[in-house]
C-alpha cells in the first residue's frame, strides 16, 4: 500500500518560490507515476501536472508551464513540487497524488498561503 | 483542453436516500473517467475508476456508470458518511487531466 508523506505549512511572500516535498513508503518512487493536485480555499480540484510514464516525461499543466518545477529524488523515494513567483492566487493545499487509473493515493496536502 | 461539466451543484438529499450525481464531459473520454469523495480538511478518496469499477474498500452502494461524455454517480442509500463533496476527473486526454467543479452532497 502506497503512503503518501507531505512536508508542513508554508507562508512564503508574493514573488517568492517554495518547494513541497511527498515521501513515498510502501513503494519505490520509480514504480509510480507522481501527480500534483491544488485547491485554493473553499474551491474544486485543479491539476497542476505529473509523470507520464508513456513518454518519460513530466507534463505541466499550460497554466504553470514556466512557473512549475516537479523533481523526483529516487535515493529517498521523495518528489518534489516547486512553484516559483508566487501571488496571492496561488494560497492554496497542494497535494501529491498517483495512481494507475484514477488517484489512489493522495499525501496530506501541504498548505501554501501567499501573503506579504 | 476537456471540460468537466458536474450537476448539480448541490443536491440535498435525506439520510437512506438514493443519490445520483452527474457528470458531463466536453468531448468523449471514453471510460477514462475517476469519482473521488472529499470531506472537510481531508483528501480526496478515489471512490470509482474506469467510469464504473469501484476502488479498493469502497461501499457496493457506491456505483458509476456511463461512457464517453455522460457519467454518472449513484450513492444507492446515503448514509451520514456519505455527506461530502464529490468530483469526476478525466484522464483519458491530457493534459491536463481536469476536474469538475465538484457537487456537495448536503443532509436535507
Given at each position: 500500500?502506497?503512503?503518501?508523506?507531505q512536508?508542513?505549512?508554508?507562508?512564503?511572500?508574493?514573488?517568492?518560490?517554495?518547494?513541497?516535498?511527498?515521501?513515498?513508503?510502501?513503494?519505490?518512487?520509480?514504480?509510480?507515476?507522481?501527480?500534483w493536485?491544488?485547491?485554493?480555499?473553499?474551491?474544486?480540484?485543479?491539476?497542476m501536472?505529473?509523470?507520464?510514464?508513456?513518454?518519460?516525461?513530466?507534463?505541466?499543466?499550460?497554466?504553470?508551464?514556466?512557473?512549475?518545477?516537479?523533481?523526483?529524488?529516487?535515493?529517498?523515494?521523495?518528489?518534489?513540487?516547486?512553484?516559483?513567483?508566487?501571488?496571492?492566487?496561488?494560497?492554496?493545499?497542494?497535494?501529491?497524488?498517483?495512481?494507475v487509473?484514477?488517484?489512489?493515493?493522495?499525501?496530506?496536502?501541504?498548505?501554501?498561503?501567499?501573503?506579504? | 483542453?476537456?471540460?468537466?461539466?458536474?450537476?448539480?451543484?448541490?443536491?440535498?438529499?435525506?439520510?437512506?436516500?438514493?443519490?445520483?450525481?452527474?457528470?458531463?464531459?466536453?468531448?468523449?473520454?471514453?471510460?477514462?473517467?475517476?469519482?473521488?469523495?472529499?470531506?472537510?480538511?481531508?483528501?480526496?478518496?478515489?471512490?470509482?475508476?474506469?467510469?464504473?469499477?469501484?476502488?479498493?474498500?469502497?461501499?457496493?452502494?457506491?456505483?458509476?456508470?456511463?461512457?464517453?461524455?455522460?457519467?454518472?454517480?449513484?450513492?444507492?442509500?446515503?448514509?451520514?458518511?456519505?455527506f461530502?463533496?464529490?468530483?469526476?476527473?478525466?484522464?483519458?486526454?491530457?493534459?491536463?487531466?481536469?476536474?469538475?467543479?465538484?457537487?456537495?452532497?448536503?443532509?436535507?
Open positions: 500500500q502506497v503512503q503518501l508523506v512536508s508542513g505549512a508554508e507562508v512564503k511572500k508574493p514573488g517568492a518560490s517554495v518547494k513541497v516535498s511527498c515521501k513515498v513508503s510502501g513503494y519505490t518512487l520509480t514504480e509510480l507515476s507522481m501527480h493536485v491544488r485547491q485554493a480555499p473553499g474551491k474544486g480540484l485543479e491539476w501536472g505529473g509523470f507520464d510514464p508513456e513518454d518519460g516525461e513530466t507534463i505541466y499543466a499550460q497554466k504553470f508551464q514556466g512557473r512549475v518545477t516537479m523533481t523526483e529524488d529516487t535515493s529517498t523515494d521523495t518528489a518534489y513540487m516547486e512553484l516559483s513567483s508566487l501571488r496571492s492566487e496561488d494560497t492554496a493545499v497542494y497535494y501529491c497524488a498517483t495512481g487509473w484514477g488517484y489512489d493515493a493522495w499525501g496530506q496536502g501541504t498548505l501554501v498561503t501567499v501573503s506579504s | 483542453e476537456i471540460v468537466m461539466t458536474q450537476s448539480p451543484a448541490t443536491l440535498s438529499v435525506s439520510p437512506g436516500e438514493r443519490a445520483t450525481l452527474s457528470c458531463r464531459a466536453s468531448q468523449s473520454v471514453s471510460s477514462n473517467l475517476a469519482w473521488y469523495q472529499q470531506k472537510p480538511g481531508q483528501a480526496p478518496r478515489l471512490l470509482i475508476y474506469g467510469a464504473s469499477t469501484r476502488a479498493t474498500g469502497i461501499p457496493a452502494r457506491f456505483s458509476g456508470s456511463g461512457s464517453g461524455t455522460e457519467f454518472t454517480l449513484t450513492i444507492s442509500s446515503l448514509q451520514s458518511e456519505d461530502a463533496v464529490y468530483y469526476c476527473q478525466q484522464y483519458n486526454n491530457w493534459p491536463p487531466r481536469t476536474f469538475g467543479q465538484g457537487t456537495k452532497v448536503e443532509i436535507k
